[in-house]
């Protein structure tokens, strides 16, 4: 009978902690293969949208010049299973708007009807430095937005970024899924001689409401995500000093290697 990727998991864990006594290494064990799926960077995510210490399979932010460059079709965005937001940063949606509907993308069209949606695949508006020392084109972008929020008669507190009320203090299950958030802007404007402007600040909503996406280039599924643990604990059994493999050493590599075949995963 074929072994699970779990078992396979705690089994190669228990036995890299065996050759441990002490308390501390086992913990340290524990944790760091953890972390490899538990954790990702921040990478193209603002640090004040970015969800820390966050689970691989979550929520994540695309930018949406990422998503042309990369030719991603709209059922390719639905396969980020915890839910995505496409990221148009500074007047990337307002270029596009301009356009007769004819001339806009196929994906376009599609996106600016999923601002703030709690579909698998939402879009949000975020002004921010993208590594200029001038503030001139965010500023610029600002004044888009503001005329086209006048045109769709909304308020920029209504359309905030942040958790909902209703789970705005909850510890566990916020990280997956875009019904779990409102909104769709966030500006953070700076440089020249300017005073830095904050949407959120100046709204006075707490950082942690806003920490909602894990970037999109560390996404992995469940399954996948396992699949890295499991390549790293393999690679970690040769750290174990040769005198020191035992015939249950042996066993439990064959184990990896034989489920590495079965998926045709190379080591």
Do not use: C
């Not at 937001?85 to 301009?98: C, R, S, T």
């Not at 045109?151 to 990280?175: A, C, S, W, Y």
Request: glycine share 6%; proline share 2%.
């Amino acid at each position: 009978m074929a072994i699970s990727q779990s078992e396979l998991k705690s089994r190669g864990i228990n036995k890299l902690k065996s050759y441990f006594e002490d308390s501390v290494s086992i913990s340290a064990i524990n944790e760091k293969f953890k972390n490899i799926s538990g954790k990702t960077g921040g990478y193209f995510v603002p640090d004040t949208l970015f969800q820390k210490r966050n689970s691989r399979k979550n929520r994540v932010l695309i930018p949406y010049e990422h998503v042309i460059k990369n030719n991603f079709t709209y059922s390719m965005l639905e396969k980020f299973s915890g839910g995505v937001a496409v990221e148009f940063v500074n007047n990337d949606f307002f270029n596009e708007l301009k356009k007769p509907e004819g001339q806009q993308s196929e994906l376009f069209r599609i996106l600016k009807t999923r601002l703030g949606s709690d579909e698998i695949v939402s879009a949000i508006i975020d002004i921010r430095s993208t590594g200029s020392s001038s503030s001139e084109t965010q500023r610029t972008a600002l004044e888009n937005l503001t005329k086209f929020l006048s045109f769709k008669n909304l308020t920029l507190n209504e359309v905030l970024i942040k958790r909902k009320d209703h789970i705005k203090n909850r510890k566990r299950g916020v990280g997956s899924g875009n019904e779990k958030w409102q909104g769709f802007v966030y500006y953070n404007i700076s440089g020249g001689q300017h005073d830095v402007i904050d949407s959120h600040v100046e709204a006075g909503i707490p950082s942690n409401r806003v920490q909602l996406f894990n970037p999109s280039v560390e996404f992995a599924n469940e399954n996948t995500s396992l699949d890295i643990t499991l390549v790293l604990i393999y690679f970690a059994f040769y750290s174990v000093q040769k005198e020191k493999r035992d015939e249950d050493w042996y066993d439990v590599i064959e184990s990896y290697k034989e489920y590495f075949k079965q998926k045709n995963i190379m080591v």
